[in-house]
């Protein structure tokens, strides 16, 4: 049976076959710098540590033994590092809870444009912008010992507030805290900037108290800017270290010693960088799990307003 000729489409002009590949190539240019630096700056140490994980390199011996999963059965049973996860994530909790609910108290308080709200923006943003190192030291001037604050309180009233163990941790929180809290601000003042004056001038003519206004009206604006906070809050806090380190520089006892600080103590002080890779990478797992938890539930609840 005769099979029917098979049509062929017209074909493009040359010039425009041509157009296109110089688009194509001026688009991969273009992306070729940021895809090296991510690959450089992101994946390649990514991968090195993973690798290193599984190694006894302490960092000087060459090449690296590898031991298989034995740093990561090891750091299961390690005392440093359990007290070192229970006060990150103590710390990730109460900072995650504190900084988000004073940031978004203190932009309601300044979210009215006037002289004095700029100048308290400016003074509440300020130790955000400030080293951590050098907040850490200006707080051991003021609350170590033979501080400024023993010094006020006289020999015979000292407080313990970095030589104590209960004391250390409480105040390297509240430390944290205040040293925080100021991006959030920022953050939730922009978020408030967003929610639309009509919206609330109906609930103010419907009746609608001030709570109520916040509860039923800003606050479920706000959702996406809360979900920004708390995603950007526990990815800091996790991290926390330099302010850690020039606070207490661990102490005492190693009362005050994070994830990331018993991370660098393992891999430089103990020169067992196989050992310290395994906890960055677990650190680094641990993480990503809960930024997509948090973003996954965010998604969830939004979905249900929308249901």
Not at 22 to 47: H, K, S, Y
Not at 58 to 67: K, L, V
Not at 242 to 255: C, H, M, V
Request: aromatic share 8%; proline share 6%.
């Amino acid at each position: 049976m005769p099979t029917a000729p098979r049509t062929v489409g017209p074909r493009p002009p040359l010039g425009r076959t041509r157009a296109r590949r110089r688009e194509t190539a001026a688009d991969i240019a273009m992306m070729a710098p940021p895809l090296i630096l991510v690959a450089g700056l992101i994946i390649v140490p990514i991968g090195i540590a993973v690798y290193l994980s599984f190694t006894d390199w302490n960092g000087f011996t060459s090449p690296p033994h590898t031991i298989g999963f034995r740093n990561y059965t090891r750091l299961i049973h390690d005392p440093a590092v359990k007290h070192a996860a229970f006060l990150t994530l103590l710390i990730t909790a109460i900072g995650t809870i504190a900084c988000n609910v004073l940031g978004l108290g203190v932009a309601l308080l300044l979210n009215r444009n006037t002289r004095i709200n700029a100048i308290l923006r400016v003074l509440v943003f300020y130790p955000y912008v400030v080293g951590a190192v050098i907040l850490g030291f200006l707080w051991s001037s003021i609350l170590g010992t033979n501080g400024a604050v023993d010094a006020a309180l006289g020999a015979h009233h000292s407080l313990p507030f970095l030589s104590d163990p209960k004391w250390a941790i409480a105040t390297v929180v509240c430390v944290i805290v205040w040293s925080s809290f100021g991006v959030n601000v920022v953050l939730y003042l922009a978020g408030l900037q967003t929610v639309p004056d009509n919206v609330l001038e109906a609930a103010k003519i419907d009746g609608a108290s001030p709570w109520q206004t916040f509860w039923r009206v800003k606050l479920p604006m706000l959702a996406p800017t809360v979900t920004v906070n708390v995603v950007l809050v526990v990815i800091g806090l996790l991290r926390v270290y330099e302010l850690i380190l020039a606070l207490t520089a661990g102490g005492p006892a190693g009362e005050t010693q994070s994830f990331v600080y018993n991370i660098l103590t393992s891999s430089f002080d103990n020169t067992q960088l196989g050992y310290g890779a395994a906890q960055s990478v677990v650190l680094m797992v641990f993480i990503v799990v809960v930024t997509i938890v948090i973003t996954a539930a965010r998604r969830r609840s939004e979905q249900a307003v929308a249901a």
